[in-house]
């Protein structure tokens, strides 16, 4: 049955985030930032990690709370590696951190072949999978992991949530050979934590076998879910605990003391990693019948789509048509929800919400 969307100008939609985040504190150039990216998120379908989670970790964890420092400056932290950073974000803006991290990170390979930026004392950067992307379309390999804000995620085999939603994000410059680059992004729990918060919004239930209440029982009920389980059992939980542990020898805290605000010693803050490879950096030159280095891309790509498997999806290729449709459209599309949730944060930053009415729809 198609679904109403709301359709909202980029630029509008990037003006009020702006101003939401100029009105609680942050600099004109982390507010853009933040705008730049909510906007990528959401013009990909990334809706559970748009503006209105960005804003709402803010409210909860961030410039409120003291877990992010509108105005901070990140500090690089003296390394003896030459294709790689280290930096102390001192709960700088996500969003602006990440961006930044991923332009040294691609520097860096330019030089070296591969780069690599570590950062603790983080505030969350939201969708990893837009970073990663925007690398790949700049034409690079790109990796980013992080620990998350909260322990929300029961261990294989656990009762009791000790790690983190904890995402993996991987981008390959695949443009050329098939159209839109191919990025593999999720979280190691069975869904985003913000996945639950928008089916409480929009009255809707969790899929089976996702989330427990707090009496550990397995819910589908996405107002009863207080913590997730990771997916694929102990695979998800491996994948998840590489993020604890690159966060370990970075400086990171302990996953169930972030997101608080206790003085007790411990660090409370997350923290990210960055890699990305210059493909000339992996070439070994030696590709069959004579291809170059993407036409050999694509023939892979090819042989894996072929022998039947030509209606299988390739990874970005649903964000890839995302963006396609927000661009048919001319902007991008919210559920009345969704715009209603941005009426509130107009009204926090004295502004006047957008009309329902006077907005474009679309049925999808």
């Known amino acids: 049955m198609p679904e109403t969307w709301y359709v909202v100008p980029p630029a509008v939609h990037n003006d009020l985030v702006e101003k939401a985040y100029r009105h609680r504190g942050y600099d004109a150039q982390e507010a853009a930032e933040a705008a730049r990216f909510c906007e990528s998120a959401s013009r990909h379908g990334i809706r559970t990690h748009n503006a209105l989670k960005g804003l709402h970790l803010d409210h909860l964890f961030g410039s409120t709370t003291g877990g992010c420092v509108p105005k901070a400056e990140i500090k690089e932290v003296p390394t003896r590696f030459k294709a790689a950073k280290v930096w102390d974000a001192q709960k700088k803006l996500g969003q602006s951190v990440a961006y930044r991290a991923m332009d ?99 009255g809707k239930a969790l899929p089976p076998g996702v989330a427990v209440d707090a009496e550990g029982n397995v819910t589908t009920d996405a107002n009863k879910a207080v913590a997730l389980l990771p997916f694929g059992a102990h695979k998800g939980y491996g994948l998840g605990l590489i993020d604890e542990i690159v966060g370990a020898f970075v400086g990171g805290s302990l996953p169930t003391l972030r997101g608080k605000t206790k003085d007790d010693g411990e660090k409370h803050a997350p923290v990210f990693f960055f890699q990305v490879i210059h493909p000339d950096a992996m070439s070994g030159g ?42 048919k459209h001319g902007g991008l599309l919210f559920s009345k929800a969704e715009v209603e949730a941005f009426g509130e944060i107009a009204r926090e930053a004295g502004e006047t919400p957008w009309n329902l009415e006077q907005l474009k729809t679309v049925s999808i």
């Open 104 to 202: 040294a990170a691609i520097k860096l390979a330019d030089e070296y072949g591969v780069g690599t930026v570590s950062v603790d004392n983080c505030f969350h950067y939201l969708w990893g999978g837009g970073y990663v992307m925007e690398a790949a379309q700049r034409g690079y390999i790109a990796y980013t992991c992080c620990t998350a804000m909260l322990a929300e995620v029961v261990p294989f085999g656990g009762k009791t949530p000790t790690l983190g939603t904890n995402p993996h994000s991987w981008a390959f410059p695949t443009t050329q050979a098939i159209g839109f680059p191919i990025v593999i992004d999720w979280a190691t729990s069975t869904v985003a934590m913000g996945r639950v918060q928008q089916l409480q919004r929009e």
């Open 286 to 327: 030696a590709f069959a019948k004579g291809r170059t280095q993407q036409e050999n891309v694509k023939a892979v790509l090819q042989d894996i789509l072929g022998h039947g498997n030509e209606k299988c999806l390739l990874p970005g290729q649903i964000e890839a048509e995302a963006a396609a449709l927000c661009a």
